[in-house]
């Protein structure tokens, strides 16, 4: 059967249209929103609509510098189209996931060729972390899209000495400044710094300072600044600039701390299930670096990979800026060799995935907290008899894509970044939703029905509670008779009046006056 498959041009490019398109489109609203950062969203767009104020973000009436409102006007445009709910505020971001998988994919078919084009974006969009982040309900997909945009806008524009091409770059690093910030001007400008002198390529400097340029991105970019300086004066530019940007970079912002190495196990996982070949194609550096191309693209990811390895505040989504080069090095690579995908990686990955809910009980013993405990217990009944099935399912398939020497590459790899598409985005993350927010979106649910006022909430850790309740809560320690949300380990269960709602280690109660 498998000799009767030949890809073409033209199926290689249905392939690959249907193939994205179940990445970031598929179950958008099959989740509820996730605790802490897509509520953030979420909320902070909820709240703009409601204080009329499109140029401050603020999350249960606190005032919040930590991003530019680009992804939360979007938000609001996609929910007046298809209402308040999960899908509506996470379509942006698969939108911009689209765009982005479109720019790996154009860009690269254009200097590589049309079949490596469609393996780099078969391995970025299969990708662990790319196709969770690239749907979720934050600014991060959008700035991905910008920045490979910029990027392989610039690079073209100077190399072809095209303007059109370097006012596009311009454009999409206007349009990133807005989503996330001057993380979307560091990582192109020290590129492009570190490139020039690399090679030498002075000659490249005034074609990629273009004053028209400069013109747009200040035109596109400038205007909120201006007006969110006006709003607030100083405290922007102390909260949004020197805390939210350069003190990430000095000090563990909010706890968010990790080694140097921080960032390498979260590589390995993040690229799966195409780790191997990224590795692989790594292998000869002094030949990619010597090809003036690929040595752009290892700068790239080695700037991004240096750059947060040294920050004080580090997150794993901040490695995702540097994927899309290797997407790029790793489709090439592909195109190059007959068998350079290593299946057993992603074999051991989705058998751990399969068993992780019923080793659970075997290790609460040496769990000390409380909730973390309910979780667990709670996870029995969300990951049953059929998980255990689609697992065993795919892990059969996978095994037999493994054996199938035979079988085009292009459909061995087809079907090996659809099994893990179908473990996150049919089996894992919904799940996860039921088990660790579902309580959260139910008990707000339950306090709107219930008319429930001047809620108490001990942190500010679930602003989804927010954003389905649709009310504020005061975040501090409840006072008899009040109504509180929060961990049941955290409370003391002698002190309560009335249970409205209690699930996987959350509670929403009265307390005794």
């Given at each position: 059967?498998?000799?009767?498959?030949?890809?073409?041009?033209?199926?290689?490019?249905?392939f690959?249209?249907?193939f994205?398109?179940?990445?970031?489109?598929?179950?958008?609203?099959?989740?509820?929103?996730?605790?802490?950062?897509?509520?953030?969203?979420?909320?902070?767009t909820?709240?703009?609509?409601?204080?009329?104020?499109?140029i401050?973000?603020?999350?249960?009436?606190?005032q919040?510098?930590?991003?530019?409102?680009?992804?939360?006007?979007?938000q609001?445009?996609?929910t007046?189209?298809?209402?308040?709910?999960?899908?509506?505020?996470?379509?942006?971001?698969?939108?911009?996931?689209?765009?982005?998988?479109?720019f790996?994919?154009y860009?690269?078919?254009?200097?590589l060729?049309?079949?490596?084009?469609?393996?780099?974006?078969?391995?970025?969009?299969s990708?662990l972390?790319?196709?969770?982040?690239g749907?979720?309900a934050?600014?991060?997909?959008?700035?991905?899209?910008?920045?490979?945009?910029t990027?392989?806008?610039?690079?073209?524009?100077?190399?072809?000495?095209?303007?059109?091409?370097?006012?596009?770059g311009?454009?999409?690093?206007?349009?990133?400044f807005?989503?996330?910030?001057?993380?979307a001007l560091?990582?192109p400008g020290?590129t492009?710094?570190?490139?020039?002198?690399?090679?030498?390529?002075?000659?490249?400097?005034p074609?990629?300072?273009?004053?028209?340029?400069?013109?747009?991105?200040?035109?596109?970019?400038?205007?909120?600044?201006?007006?969110?300086?006006?709003?607030s004066?100083m405290?922007?530019?102390?909260?949004f600039?020197?805390?939210?940007?350069?003190?990430?970079?000095?000090?563990?912002?909010?706890?968010?701390?990790?080694?140097?190495?921080?960032?390498?196990?979260?590589?390995?996982?993040?690229?799966?299930?195409?780790?191997?070949?990224?590795?692989?194609?790594?292998r000869?550096?002094?030949?990619?670096?010597?090809?003036?191309?690929?040595?752009?693209?290892?700068?790239w990811f080695?700037?991004?990979?240096?750059?947060?390895?040294?920050?004080?505040?580090?997150?794993?989504?901040?490695?995702?800026?540097?994927y899309?080069?290797?997407?790029?090095?790793?489709?090439?690579f592909?195109?190059?060799n007959?068998?350079?995908v290593?299946?057993?990686?992603?074999?051991?990955?989705?058998?751990?995935?399969?068993?992780?809910p019923?080793?659970?009980?075997?290790?609460?013993?040496?769990i000390?907290?409380e909730y973390?405990?309910d979780?667990?217990?709670?996870?029995?009944?969300?990951?049953?008899?059929?998980?255990?099935?689609?697992?065993?399912g795919?892990?059969?398939?996978?095994v037999?894509?493994?054996?199938?020497?035979?079988?085009?590459?292009?459909?061995?790899?087809?079907l090996?970044?659809?099994?893990?598409?179908?473990?996150?985005?049919?089996?894992?993350?919904?799940?996860?939703?039921?088990?660790l927010?579902?309580?959260?979106?139910?008990?707000?649910l339950?306090?709107?029905?219930?008319?429930?006022?001047?809620?108490?909430?001990?942190?500010?850790?679930?602003?989804?509670?927010?954003?389905?309740?649709?009310?504020?809560a005061?975040e501090?320690?409840?006072?008899?008779?009040?109504?509180v949300?929060?961990?049941?380990?955290?409370?003391?269960?002698?002190?309560?009046?009335?249970?409205?709602?209690?699930?996987?280690?959350?509670?929403l109660?009265?307390l005794?006056?």
């Amino acid at each position: 059967m498998t000799a009767m498959i030949a890809f073409t041009p033209l199926s290689r490019k249905i392939f690959i249209l249907l193939f994205v398109g179940f990445s970031f489109l598929w179950g958008l609203g099959q989740a509820p929103l996730f605790d802490e950062d897509e509520a953030f969203f979420a909320e902070g767009t909820r709240e703009m609509v409601l204080r009329n104020d499109f140029i401050s973000t603020f999350v249960n009436q606190e005032q919040r510098f930590d991003k530019p409102p680009l992804t939360n006007w979007l938000q609001y445009a996609s929910t007046a189209v298809l209402g308040w709910n999960e899908m509506a505020i996470r379509l942006p971001s698969a939108l911009a996931a689209l765009l982005w998988m479109y720019f790996i994919y154009y860009f690269t078919k254009r200097k590589l060729g049309e079949r490596a084009a469609f393996f780099a974006t078969l391995i970025a969009a299969s990708s662990l972390q790319i196709t969770i982040i690239g749907k979720a309900a934050l600014a991060d997909s959008l700035l991905n899209a910008c920045l490979a945009g910029t990027m392989f806008s610039l690079y073209k524009g100077s190399a072809n000495g095209s303007k059109y091409w370097v006012w596009i770059g311009y454009f999409l690093s206007a349009i990133g400044f807005l989503a996330k910030g001057p993380i979307a001007l560091l990582v192109p400008g020290s590129t492009f710094v570190l490139y020039i002198l690399l090679h030498r390529q002075w000659k490249l400097i005034p074609k990629l300072l273009s004053p028209l340029g400069i013109l747009i991105f200040l035109l596109i970019a400038g205007p909120w600044y201006l007006l969110a300086y006006q709003t607030s004066g100083m405290r922007f530019i102390e909260g949004f600039f020197l805390s939210h940007n350069v003190n990430r970079f000095q000090t563990a912002f909010e706890g968010h701390y990790g080694s140097i190495w921080y960032f390498v196990p979260i590589l390995l996982l993040g690229l799966m299930p195409f780790t191997g070949v990224i590795l692989q194609s790594l292998r000869p550096l002094g030949k990619l670096f010597s090809d003036r191309w690929f040595s752009f693209l290892l700068i790239w990811f080695l700037f991004v990979f240096v750059l947060f390895s040294l920050s004080g505040t580090k997150l794993h989504h901040y490695i995702i800026y540097g994927y899309t080069p290797l997407c790029v090095i790793g489709g090439k690579f592909m195109e190059q060799n007959k068998r350079p995908v290593m299946f057993w990686p992603s074999i051991l990955l989705l058998i751990i995935l399969a068993t992780i809910p019923f080793v659970l009980p075997f290790v609460t013993n040496y769990i000390q907290d409380e909730y973390a405990l309910d979780v667990m217990k709670g996870a029995a009944s969300v990951f049953g008899h059929y998980y255990i099935l689609w697992m065993a399912g795919l892990v059969i398939i996978l095994v037999g894509v493994w054996w199938s020497s035979k079988a085009p590459l292009e459909l061995r790899a087809t079907l090996l970044g659809l099994v893990f598409l179908v473990t996150i985005n049919v089996v894992w993350m919904p799940r996860l939703g039921l088990l660790l927010q579902m309580p959260v979106k139910e008990a707000a649910l339950v306090a709107q029905e219930k008319g429930l006022t001047n809620i108490i909430v001990l942190n500010h850790y679930t602003p989804s509670f927010h954003f389905y309740s649709k009310q504020f809560a005061s975040e501090r320690k409840p006072e008899p008779g009040e109504t509180v949300f929060a961990r049941k380990a955290s409370l003391d269960m002698k002190n309560i009046a009335q249970v409205y709602y209690e699930k996987y280690g959350l509670i929403l109660a009265r307390l005794k006056e």
